[in-house]
């Protein structure tokens, strides 16, 4: 089957180590592994940073920040959206021109923001359809960015895209029931699909596991740790919070965090003024081929907060390395994990995180069990393999 792979995003690359573009390269890898010949047409560019695709150039930062100083925050999201509805009109004449030169027998469509001119020129050539769908677009926008003159249009869009598509493949449950109750999507129509892991990318060296224990002084430890990128819906500073309680029990409770972002400075801060220097260590950025040698040398892997319809890439990377996890309770991560059978699912707050450490600490069987079994699960359900079989199951 020759399949069409449209992301019309004007930034989102497909070789950045963010999640987005691990999903978009996974399903395509995944998808070309099965024997099936994939164009993919990336508005975003094949290369880090590149524009060029989508005929935007970005505006330099020192600019950018002057202008919005001047500007009211409704009106400079409006004229970014704008901007994002001329460059869909601009993505859906290349999608054009892929379809009659590639003649595709399907076309799967990573659904963004604001963009839907490509549903009338698969319509107009007749051609399958599938929608894939990451976030209730409109309303997270609008939390991101601020109410937007185009918000209605938005959302008008996505009903459109939601109408014409033969299938829509979601993340989790809850954006399903998103989906079904705001846009009137049956519910066959839509297949809960949640992210996966390649395992071949999943590789360790022994010897750099050894320097890691060495240079963070991690021997004779037991390693909290987390791994991503440092934001406030992250969580790191309830981990932080829940870890002050816990170390004071615990003499050999030692906290790894590898990542950065804004709150790094911050959360160096709070650190510090909970006296507890010698117990955290914060290791920095590093790239993703490399995050799995920080994990292997964690005994229990944390992740203190997500929101309410992503399924975080996160727990699958920790998983595969089968390190017993604690995850916050929200529907995508019971999707996938059990409280209690493949990991700890806790509320988000810092008692209830720091309960869950104290119990992986005392009960090195439990965090065996729930770590072997998630290992388990992920290898039988959630691979992109997997994934991309499932989209080709509902090709009629």
Known sequence: MKILYYSPHPTHDIVSEVGYATHQREVINALRKLGHTVLPLIMGGTEKGNLSAAGISAPKNSLKAIIKKFIPRFIWTSLKDFQLMKHDQMAAQKLEEAIIAFQPDLIYERSEYLQDKGVAIIKKHRIKYFLEINAPFAEEMKGFEGYSFWHRLAHKKEQNKN??????????????????????????????????????????????????????HLEGKKVIGFVGSIFPHHGVDILIEAFVRVSKDFPEAFLLIVGDGSILEALKASVRSNGIESKVCFAGKHEHKAVFNFIAAMDMCVMAKSNWYGSPIKIFEYGAMQKPIIAPNTDPVKDVMHNQVNGLVVDMNKEKIAEAIVNLLKNETLGKTISDNFYADIAQHYTWGMAAQNILNRVN
């Open 163 to 216: 109408d014409n598509a033969d299938q829509i493949f979601v993340v989790s449950s809850a954006l399903k029931a998103f989906i079904e109750n705001t846009y009137q999507v049956p519910a066959s129509k839509i297949f809960v699909q949640p992210n996966c892991i390649n395992f071949d990318n999943v590789v360790v060296d022994e010897k750099r596991i050894k320097e890691i224990k060495i240079n963070y």
